[in-house]
């Protein structure tokens, strides 16, 4: 009988540096992660690594081995709220490890609010993601950490899993447990050792009662099928499958797209939220190349509201193929971020009199409006005048991408603006 407990992988999470599985990179004899941990040197660092290569595990380990306290946050489900608390404790001797899983999903402000803390020691911070940290911690508090990459499991570590698990898991060696082939164990694990253990568990588990059983790559293959579908709408793998389908769009993969759609619909995913998803995709990685995929993606929330399953899964198929094959460009998404970052260090440049309003007397005696040209009085219903303030004058934003309608744009431009802005 199965017991009541945790499920296998956290049951075999190691409880000393010596039990772990994996990274012999950087925690091996040798390894810098291993020196900084027996000299209680730990820096604030960032754990960047796929899914169920040993992230949290190597975090719990850090703590016990230097003998830290220890706090866990999920950057899913806290806030800054959350982090003040921690961060209000009073510090001991060694100041308290941090760890922050999933921290690529904390905001600017959620990742500021770490800075003052890790700088002046009154944290270590260890984080961990599975995106690139160059593009999702924000440069500041990525200065202040050093960044370890954790690679996946290879079938050597992945053995040593299995193997640890049949000799040390109590429910596990209730039973005879022989293996005729690994091979379709660690394909559908992926390097995943969480994933390995836990559909090892799910393959003895479907055996039921057997005292004795034979693991073959056909038993696990049929196990794995069963189980594919199940699909956690606010856990990592709902994150990591909208994340693939938006990639699978702005890379032009159709096929992909749908892929990773279809494996949504069959887990019973909103389809608005697809739509949404979608919608924004249209606006980020489309843009003015094809002004209509925003129209179509529109139109889509619209018809899945009103029509719902099974039927709306033909108009997300329709929009989706639409999306992947149209022409791509995130000028205008690259550009409002470069405009916002321009407003806020110029915040105090004041408006040039000439684009004023001037609804009285007085601020038109004062100039306000004074000296606007006024676009249409003007041959091809343009004259060059500035629009902005003195100060950045012919600070190029908007920089048209490559692509056929965006050409255009960038000639108009030239033609308008070239010698200001570089077009």
Not at 38 to 60: D, Q
Not at 179 to 185: H, Q
């Amino acid at each position: 009988m199965h017991p009541n407990t945790a499920p296998l992988a956290e049951r075999m999470r190691p409880h000393a540096l010596n039990d772990y599985v994996g990274q012999e990179k950087l925690v091996g004899p040798n390894g810098p992660l291993r020196r900084a941990i027996e000299s209680n040197t730990i820096p604030s660092l960032i754990l960047w690594g796929p899914p169920g290569v040993g992230k949290t595990t190597l975090a719990f380990l850090i703590a016990e081995a230097t003998k830290r306290p220890f706090h866990s946050l999920s950057a899913v489900s806290s806030g800054v709220k959350d982090l003040r608390e921690i961060l209000n404790r009073p510090m001991g001797l060694f100041s308290p490890i941090l760890f922050i899983d999933e921290i690529h999903r904390y905001n600017k402000s959620q990742q500021d609010a770490l800075l003052g803390a890790v700088e002046k020691g009154q944290i270590t911070l260890i984080g961990a993601t599975t995106e690139n940290p160059s593009f999702e911690v924000n440069s500041a508090l990525l200065s202040r950490c050093q960044v370890y990459i954790l690679e996946a499991l290879g079938e050597k570590e992945l053995r040593e899993l299995v193997e640890r698990a049949l000799e040390k898991d109590s429910w596990l060696k209730q039973k005879s447990i022989t293996f005729e082939s690994y091979d379709a164990l660690f394909r559908l694990s992926g390097g995943d050792g969480r994933k390995l253990l836990n559909l090892l568990e799910l393959v003895v588990m479907g055996e039921g009662a057997k005292e004795s059983i034979s693991i073959t790559d056909e038993l696990v293959t049929e196990i794995a099928q069963q189980s594919m579908a199940r699909y956690d709408k606010s856990g990592e793998q709902h994150y990591d499958i909208i994340s693939a389908f938006i990639k699978s769009l702005r890379g032009g993969d159709p096929n992909a797209a749908l892929y990773w759609m279809a494996r949504m619909i069959v887990a019973g995913e909103d389809p608005v939220f697809i739509a949404r998803r979608m919608l924004i995709m249209a606006s980020e990685d489309i843009g003015n190349a094809n002004p209509t995929a925003m129209i179509v993606a529109n139109a889509c929330i619209q018809a899945v509201k009103a029509i719902g399953y099974p039927e709306c899964r033909i108009i997300l198929s329709q929009v989706a193929v639409y999306l992947a094959t149209s022409p791509k460009s995130n000028a205008s998404y690259l550009a409002i971020d470069q405009a916002i970052a321009l407003a806020e260090k110029t915040a105090h440049l004041p408006v040039p009199l000439a684009l004023r309003n001037a609804p009285t007397k007085l601020l038109k005696q004062i100039g306000y409006g004074k000296d606007y040209k006024y676009s249409h009085n003007y041959e091809g219903n343009f004259t060059r005048q500035n629009f902005l303030p003195e100060e950045i004058q012919g600070t190029p934003i908007y920089k048209p991408g490559h692509n056929a309608r965006e050409e255009e744009i960038r000639k108009r431009l030239a033609q308008w603006w070239g010698e200001w802005y570089g077009y």
